[in-house]
């Protein structure tokens, strides 16, 4: 596909007018997100609705959040941004716009609660107490790897995306692109604590009943853990991310 044939659909806040007028005055066609050669997602929320929705098409991120591009960045290099979405990862050889953006994949969390609901997740997944500082036990199952029991306040389990954010904050690592999943339990109550990457796949149980604990997707909350019963968590499909070569690593304030 040329580039010019491309159909665009520019989604998110109040930021998305500039995109949307800088798009204006470009060869593409705007289209609406399910029909769209790539997605333009502006913001938080419209990059977790992009996300979750495991589209075909690639989503090029704006907003804070690392990995993202800063919207004024975005409004000046949208043409390079795009073109490279649409040309699905060829190179350019001449060393031009292109060779400033970078393709990743990024996993979705498929989230099992064991209710009959099936949530999905962009960023992180957790099991936090509800009443602040309040400690319950969890069990921590890694497939084909660790199995812990912790005393804490809760675990938090995050993509690449959201590995900067929450789990960052208890003491998790930046996990770059393919690097997995980071696995850190909330405030535990022990004085040397463990932090985990998951490849795809892990599970998550709280062990005692005297607290009640909620799980909270993407910074929502999802309703209450059932004592004993696993939650399992899985990367399920991939979504390609176009962004900035070099991009930044946004300073975030995250809570739960």
């Known amino acids: 596909m040329e580039p010019s044939e491309g159909r665009i659909a520019v989604v998110g806040d109040d930021r998305a007018t500039a995109l949307q007028d800088a798009l204006a005055g470009l060869s593409y066609r705007s289209v609406d997100s399910d029909a769209a050669d790539a997605v333009v997602a502006v913001g938080d929320d419209a990059l977790r609705d992009a996300l979750v929705d495991a589209p075909n ?3 090029i991120p704006v907003g804070a959040r690392r990995l993202a591009v800063d919207v004024d960045a975005a409004e000046r290099r949208l043409r390079a941004l795009i073109d490279a979405a649409l040309r699905g990862g060829e190179d350019d050889d001449g060393g031009g716009p292109a060779a400033e953006v970078r393709r990743v994949t990024h996993p979705t969390l498929a989230v099992d609660a064991g209710d009959g609901q099936t949530r999905r997740a962009a ?3 957790a099991l936090v107490t509800a009443e602040p500082a309040r400690i319950s036990e969890f069990t921590l199952d890694i497939v084909d790897g660790t199995n812990e029991s912790f005393r804490a306040d809760g675990f938090v389990a995050a993509t690449p995306l959201g590995s900067d954010g929450y789990a960052n904050a208890v003491g998790g690592p930046v996990v770059e692109p393919g690097g997995g999943l980071s696995v850190v339990p909330i405030a535990p109550f022990r004085t040397r604590t463990d932090t985990w990457i998951a490849a795809d796949r892990l599970s998550l149980s709280v062990e005692r009943e ?3 604990v909620a799980l909270v997707v993407d910074g ?8 004993h019963r696993p939650i399992a968590i899985e990367a399920v499909d991939s979504v390609t991310i ?3 070569a070099g991009g930044h690593r946004a300073r975030r304030s995250e809570t739960l």
Do not use: W
């Open 57 to 59: 098409a690639p989503v």
């Open 123 to 125: 960023f992180d997944v």
């Open 210 to 212: 005297t607290e009640s």
């Open 220 to 227: 929502d909350e999802r309703g209450a853990v059932a004592p």
């Open 242 to 244: 176009v962004t900035l």
